[in-house]
């Protein structure tokens, strides 16, 4: 063997296994941070090992210490930031680094979309084997306080009850008083709930035993500043239900709808089945892009209403739709993009899979005047074949849960030469993989656009159009 391969091979994995010896847990090591990890975390490297340190950006020397060390690389916690990165922002939140949610809060919003850049692009060169460039990400409006739905899980700590967000990678609660990407109204529906709480005794969840009541509060609010509170329960009914309402109904009238949501069964989901209107409405309005849609505690809903219209404007103008196109809406959820997308086009059908979510979408067609939107309640995969079948399709929309597309609707749709895919993804590592087979199949992708509809946080959403390669 050369000794240059010897050295390249052999070299660095004996280093790595004797390394233990040299680092071990606990100690106070320095490195400097080169890399951002996919949640967020920075990256420096120490004896060959790869070393993972909340909190720390690139660019920074740190101090750490070793808590944990493994065969391939160790976790650092943050001891001291020895020379900051320019690019370090003073986290607003009082839970940072405490809360699982927002991971990016210390680095500046324009860094944090170049981040986002080079991590789709990342996943585009190394899981996908593509060279698709990416663009910079179209920014969010607001920085902060841009989500319109919150889910508070509930528990009791000793003597106090926690209302808060999931630490990192645990069920354990953060309890958080004033959500930065929350919008502040939901700030004090909070704090007259936990008056409701105390005063009442309400019984708390307890996951481990499923013994106690208030297990999560979800809070939505639309554009207008109307909120929806409800309230999961494991049974049927809360105490003093006059008080809950009396809070609310004399002290803030922007509380339009209150709902007891029954989920009696032993499960991570956060909402049951049953849901038992007891102030006001059972449902919102939310405009977007110019329509209405009604929403109810189950509707799904981009969580970032302004950059939705962001979202959406992006795809159509990338997809050019025209009045000519038939357009297949695939995970269309209650039918939002499939209805801006029934005004620029001649017909749109629209596929999904929970029932009610199909209702809703052909209740906000109605809603909308929309006479050219028909929706189907299924499996993509098992109605597409029949759809393609049965409609001239020109241009296909399609916006898959973050597993992506399942291999037979990539199969399917490459097969039927549809001219046109637009692709929303919330998850660039299965888009890539979706974007590989369908250049194997004869499509190409020119550009990935990603829109940041998650400041604060590592998630970003892309958007691509996929058009033939051979006729
Ligand atoms: N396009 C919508 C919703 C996108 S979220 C919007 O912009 O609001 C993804 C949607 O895919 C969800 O509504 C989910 O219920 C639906 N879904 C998940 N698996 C599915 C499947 N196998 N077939 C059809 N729809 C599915």
Not at 93 to 110: D, E, I, M, N, P
Not at 182 to 188: A, D, H, M, T
Not at 286 to 298: A, D, R, S, Y
Request: charged letters at 20%; aromatic letters at 8%; hydrophobic letters at 40%.
């Amino acid at each position: 063997m050369h000794f240059a391969t010897f050295y390249q091979v052999f070299l660095p994995l004996f280093s790595a296994f004797c390394y233990n010896d040299v680092m071990k847990k606990n100690d106070l090591i320095e490195l400097t941070i080169d890399d951002l990890g996919t949640d967020g975390q920075g990256i420096g490297h120490a004896e060959g090992l790869a070393v993972f340190v909340g909190g720390a950006l690139p660019g920074e020397t740190v101090r750490a210490k070793v808590i944990a060390l493994k065969k391939n690389y160790a976790v650092g916690k943050l001891d001291e930031v020895l020379a900051p990165s320019p690019m370090r922002a003073c986290p607003p939140c009082r839970v940072f680094g405490k809360c699982g949610g927002c991971t990016l809060q210390h680095l500046s919003y324009a860094a944090q979309l170049q981040f986002k850049q080079s991590h789709v692009q990342g996943c585009i060169q190394r899981i996908g084997k593509l060279e698709i460039p990416v663009n910079f990400p179209l920014p969010a409006r607001h920085e902060y306080r841009y989500r319109n739905k919150a889910a508070f899980p509930v528990r009791q700590n000793g003597g106090q009850v926690d209302i808060g967000f999931y630490a990192a990678h645990s069920h354990r609660i953060v309890d958080v008083d004033d959500c930065k990407i929350e919008p502040s109204g939901l700030k004090i529906v909070m704090s007259q709930l936990r008056v409701w709480i105390v005063k009442n005794g309400v019984p708390v969840y307890d996951e481990a035993t499923h013994t106690g009541l208030l297990r999560h509060i979800v809070l939505r609010e639309n554009k207008a500043g109307e909120i929806m509170l409800v309230l999961c329960i494991n049974g049927e009914d809360i105490p003093n239900r006059s008080h809950l309402i009396m809070l609310f109904e004399f002290v803030l009238p922007q509380v339009k709808s209150i709902i007891l949501n029954c989920n009696t069964r032993q499960t991570n989901a956060i909402l049951g089945g049953r849901s038992i209107c007891i102030y006001g409405k059972d449902h919102l309005f939310e405009t977007l892009g110019g329509l209405e849609f009604k929403i109810g505690p189950q509707t799904f809903l981009q969580v970032n209403s302004s950059q939705t219209e962001a979202l959406y404007n992006t795809l159509f103008r990338m997809l050019a739709l025209t009045p000519a196109d038939t357009v297949l809406d695939l995970y269309c959820g209650a039918g939002t993009i499939s209805l801006a997308a029934a005004r620029r086009a001649k017909r749109v059908v629209g596929i999904e899979i929970v029932e009610e979510a199909v209702e809703d979408a052909r209740f906000n067609a109605k809603l909308n005047g929309i006479e050219t939107a028909e929706f189907f309640a299924g499996d993509t995969a098992a109605l597409l074949p029949a759809v393609l079948g049965r409609e001239a399709v020109t241009a296909v929309i399609a916006d898959p849960p973050r597993k992506g597309l399942d291999e037979s609707v990539v199969r399917t749709l490459a097969s039927s030469g549809v001219p046109k895919i637009g692709y929303v993804s919330c998850n660039p590592s299965t888009l890539a993989r979706d974007l590989a087979l369908f250049t194997e199949l004869g499509y190409r992708a020119d550009v990935v656009q990603p829109v940041d509809m998650f400041p604060q946080t590592t998630h970003v959403e892309c958007v691509t159009v996929l058009s033939r390669t051979c006729a």
